[in-house]
C-alpha cells in the first residue's frame, strides 16, 4: 500500500509540475506591450505569500535571484539580485533584496545598483483560526533617475531606480487547503526624482533617433508618482518536496502621476491611474535540507494606458537559488 501511496504522490507532482511549466511557458509567451511588471515597484515581491505551511519559511536564509525582462520599445533588463533573509525570532524575520541592474535599449545602456527593498514581517498564532501575518517595508532609492545619454535626459523606462523612498505595508492570511490572500500598500514618501526627460527632450529623443511620436516614450521629467494598492489571491499546492502557486494579482495605481512637460507646466498623466490585473505562477523545489530553487512568471490580463514610472514589462523571467541555515 505504501508503494502505491508513493507511486501516486509522485504522479501528482510530475502533474503539477507539468502544469506549472505550462503556466510559466504561458506567461512568458504573452507579448502584451503595455503589460506592468509586478516585482518592480515593490509592493508585489514584498508582499509575496510565503509558500510555505512549515517554519521553513522563517529560516535565515541567503540566496542569489535572476531576472530576465523586455520593457519599452525593446529595452532589455537582466537583474541579478542578492537575498538576505534573517531570523530575528520564531515568528520575526528581515527579508532584504540588493539588484544589480544592466539595461540594455536603442537608446542607451545603463547598469548600476537598483532601488533596495528591505522588509520585517510577522507571523501571528492566527485570525479567525488562521495564520495571519504582517510586514512593513520600504524601498530606497539608488538615485534619482537622472541618468543622460549623449547629454540627452534619459526615460524613466531606462532609468536604474524609481527615484522616491517608498513605505510599504502589508498583510497576509492563509486559509485553509492552501488558499492564502496578501494585501499590500505602497506609497512614496520621500520623492528624489530629477528625471529630466520632458517635452524637450522628447523632441530631441525623436530626432536623434528618428522616432515616430507614437514610438517614443512616456514623458517623465521630475514623476511624481501616486501609491499602490496590491491584493494576491493564490492557490498554494504543497508536496514533500515541491511547492506550487497559481493565483490573480490585482494592483490598483490610486492616482494619476504628475510630470514637468517644461520649466513652468506640470501635467497630471492621463491615463496612469487604474487597474493592472496578473495571472501568476511560481514554484519552488527542495533539492535538499538547505538548498532550493524556485521559477517565477506573470503575465497580464488588464493594464493602464498610461505608464510614465517606466514600468512596461512584455516579458519577465525569475529564476532562483537559496540556501537555509
Given at each position: 500500500m505504501l508503494h502505491f501511496k508513493?507511486?501516486?504522490?509522485?504522479?501528482?507532482?510530475?502533474?503539477?509540475?507539468?502544469?506549472?511549466?505550462?503556466?510559466?511557458?504561458?506567461?512568458?509567451?504573452?507579448?502584451?506591450?503595455?503589460?506592468?511588471?509586478?516585482?518592480?515597484?515593490?509592493?508585489?515581491?514584498?508582499?509575496?505569500?510565503?509558500?510555505?505551511q512549515n517554519s521553513d519559511s522563517l529560516k535565515n536564509k541567503i540566496g542569489v535571484s535572476f531576472s530576465y525582462a523586455i520593457g519599452e520599445q525593446g529595452a532589455?533588463?537582466?537583474?541579478?539580485?542578492?537575498?538576505?533573509?534573517i531570523r530575528i525570532s520564531d515568528r520575526s524575520m528581515i527579508q532584504i533584496k540588493l539588484p544589480f541592474?544592466?539595461?540594455?535599449?536603442?537608446?542607451?545602456?545603463?547598469?548600476?545598483?537598483?532601488?533596495?527593498?528591505?522588509?520585517?514581517?510577522?507571523?501571528?498564532?492566527?485570525?479567525?483560526n488562521q495564520r495571519i501575518g504582517f510586514s512593513i517595508g520600504t524601498r530606497i532609492a539608488s538615485g534619482?533617475?537622472?541618468?543622460?545619454?549623449?547629454?540627452?535626459?534619459?526615460p524613466m523606462a531606462v532609468q536604474l531606480g524609481l527615484g522616491s523612498t517608498d513605505i510599504i505595508l502589508g498583510v497576509s492570511i492563509q486559509f485553509k487547503k492552501g488558499f492564502s490572500a496578501a494585501l499590500g500598500f505602497q506609497h512614496p514618501v520621500f520623492n528624489q526624482n530629477q528625471n529630466g526627460f520632458d517635452s524637450i527632450a522628447f523632441k530631441k529623443l525623436e530626432s536623434t533617433q528618428n522616432l515616430a511620436s507614437s514610438d517614443n516614450f512616456f514623458i517623465s521629467s521630475n514623476l511624481v508618482r501616486k501609491g499602490d494598492l496590491m491584493l494576491r489571491l493564490d492557490k498554494i499546492f504543497v508536496m514533500p518536496k515541491l511547492e506550487i502557486n497559481v493565483g490573480l494579482l490585482p494592483i490598483y495605481h490610486l492616482g494619476n502621476d504628475e510630470v514637468l512637460l517644461s520649466k513652468s507646466v506640470v501635467q497630471a498623466i492621463e491615463g496612469s491611474k487604474g487597474l493592472t490585473l496578473n495571472a501568476n505562477a511560481g514554484l519552488r523545489y527542495k533539492l535538499n535540507h538547505q538548498f532550493e530553487i524556485s521559477v517565477l512568471g506573470a503575465s497580464p490580463l488588464i493594464t493602464r494606458k498610461s505608464r510614465p514610472d517606466g514600468l512596461t514589462r512584455s516579458l519577465i523571467i525569475f529564476s532562483g537559488l537559496y540556501y537555509k541555515f
Open positions: 508513493n507511486l501516486n504522490r509522485s504522479r501528482t507532482e510530475r502533474k503539477l509540475a507539468q502544469f506549472m511549466v505550462l503556466m510559466l511557458v504561458w506567461a512568458m509567451g504573452s507579448n502584451k506591450a503595455n503589460a506592468q511588471g509586478c516585482s518592480d515597484a515593490g509592493v508585489c515581491s514584498i508582499n509575496r505569500s510565503n509558500l510555505a532589455k533588463f537582466f537583474i541579478p539580485q542578492l537575498e538576505p533573509q541592474m544592466f539595461i540594455k535599449s536603442p537608446i542607451a545602456n545603463h547598469s548600476g545598483l537598483g532601488d533596495v527593498l528591505l522588509n520585517y514581517s510577522i507571523e501571528l498564532d492566527s485570525f479567525l534619482t533617475a537622472s541618468l543622460k545619454n549623449n547629454s540627452i535626459p534619459m
